[in-house]
């Protein structure tokens, strides 16, 4: 064999050999570069789709990493193809590195083995992130480094403030703001926003309670009529009052939004701290709004990105990874002007230069304040499903 010949073999040999979720980050940044990493998240957003493209661009400067973002529709269909391939037996030099998931999706692909190996932990900018259920716990599925904190969102209430001085901060406060002629709807499930909300009562009506646990097993090991009679028994009071008086419904938390704009609704639902900025801003809203959460907080998930089992660049998705959770990128996350999502780094392990990057983030007082309001773990990935049927069995038209 010619010399430089074996030279070449012996490189693309030396190559082959990818990183373990724990090795050396030295060793990570070596092989990542030059690598292309195909990131499937989704692609309905042009700020979301923007935001990627400068990721793109400083990883590239960084690194030497290239990243594709492969735009899709609904994750869920992604991890069908990863299902399939393992069926077929495509253990390696898969066309999925990094993936944006949480909630269901992420249960399905630990269940089935198809998740790349305990990563998370390895990235040096997680020792930022904050010690919270929702990073540890993906819909109360233990997440132990599978996957990689990225992105916050939480259930917040917006009222205007001319009209609703002092909003009801609490599931039974709402009850007497509804019997008291408050003007209030939710979306009916399995509407996003209506389901969740429903999740919420069902968390604050068992706080403290013997079945306050059964919420974060699977809903087939609880005994579901016990754990869900005080919920139907708060709806059946509040329904009544609602406007619509519970046969009609809006069809979606962005619809709660409009009602609070036309003067139908007193109090509209979000999922993004952040909403109610974007829309004053956008003339959606007037300027006296102001968004708040209930006392003893309200249910918030986080969302995260993994790497499949195999991913053709692995090195190259964990430095990915990595510069998600920087302070540089979730401060412009942050931002309003580019996403406004929450972040996931605790502030106060940011020194004073990396926090002064949120220090010009200005998300207006429309929003809830960076790094207020108690988030509430969300309920095992199981529960919504079942939920979301016996509410329609029982207020369905």
Known sequence: MPFAVGILLFAAVSRSFAVEPDSEWS????????????????GGSDRING???????????AHGVTLE????????????????????GRDENGNVDLMWINGENFAALKRAGLLWGSFANNLPNARL???????????????????????????????????????????????EFVNGDGRFAYPAPPAFHGTTFVKQLLIELLAGSETESALSVPVEEADFDVVTAPLWAYLDQLHPRLRG??????????????LLDDGELDIAISFNPNEASAAVKGGQLPE??????????????THFVSIPWNASASAGAMV???????????????????????????????????RALFDTVDPGVWALPIGTGKVLPEPHA???????AAWLERYGQ
């Open 382 to 388: 199981s529960w919504a499903q079942a939920l979301e």
């Open 129 to 175: 992130l904050k010690d919270s259920a929702s990073v540890k716990y993906d819909f109360s599925v233990p997440v132990e480094g599978l996957e990689s904190p990225w992105g916050g969102a939480q259930l917040v209430f917006i009222h205007d403030t001319d009209t609703v001085a002092e909003p009801p901060r609490s599931a039974q406060a709402l009850l």
């Open 288 to 301: 006296s709004v102001r968004t708040y959460v209930f006392d003893n907080g309200t249910i918030g998930n």
């Open 51 to 61: 935001y990627l493209g400068w990721v793109g661009e400083q990883v590239k400067a």
């Open 320 to 354: 990915v990874a990595d510069f998600l959770i920087s302070p540089e990128a979730q401060a412009r996350k942050a931002d309003p002007e580019y996403w406004g999502e929450p972040t996931v780094l605790d502030l106060q392990r940011l020194d004073d230069e990396q």
């Open 245 to 258: 008086a519970g046969k009609s419904w809006p069809t979606s938390g962005e619809m709660t939004r409009q």
């Open 27 to 42: 060793e990570v940044l070596e092989e990542a570069r030059g690598q292309t990493v195909y990131f499937n998240a989704w």
């Open 69 to 88: 973002h492969v735009k899709v529709a609904d994750i869920a269909e992604v991890v069908g193809q990863l299902e399939a391939a393992k069926l077929v």
